[in-house]
Nanobody, 125 residues
Framework: QVQLVESGGGLVQAGGSLRLSCAAS????????MAWFRQAPGKEREFVGT???????YYADSVKGRFTISRDNDRNKVYLEMNSLKPEDTGVYYC???????????????????WGQGNQVTVSS
């Protein structure tokens, strides 16, 4: 199982930017599909985006054009760059790794074997 440790996040004004990082403890990180999800207070977990081991990406419509997912296979890290943040982007952000075999790209359903601890992102208006 992949161990995931997230960092980054915090409080930012609307229109600002933040970057989240997720470090993975796994021998073959370059073969692992990674994803980001978020959960706002009182709401269900929401898909944000996925990055394939080939570096192909897929984003939720709500973040497309504002968020960018990237990966550094040498450092075993995945990043979520968030620009033009809106108050509705507020929530706890989770990175996820290694989708289960019964799920398919872009893995929006959240069937991943490993999850990070979550990081709070708060966007003030």
């Amino acid at each position: 199982q992949v161990q995931l440790v997230e960092s980054g996040g915090g409080l930012v004004q609307a229109g600002g930017s933040l970057r989240l990082s997720c470090a993975a403890s796994v021998r073959t990180f370059s073969n692992v599909v990674m994803a980001w999800f978020r959960q706002a207070p009182g709401k269900e977990r929401e898909f944000v985006g996925t990055i394939h081991w080939s570096a192909s990406t897929y984003y939720a419509d709500s973040v497309k054009g504002r968020f960018t997912i990237s990966r550094d296979n040498d450092r075993n890290k995945v990043y979520l760059e968030m620009n033009s943040l809106k108050p509705e982007d507020t929530g706890v952000y989770y990175c996820a790794a290694d989708p289960t075999r019964d799920s398919k790209w872009p893995y929006k359903g959240g069937n991943f074997r490993s999850w990070g601890q979550g990081n709070q992102v708060t966007v003030s208006s």
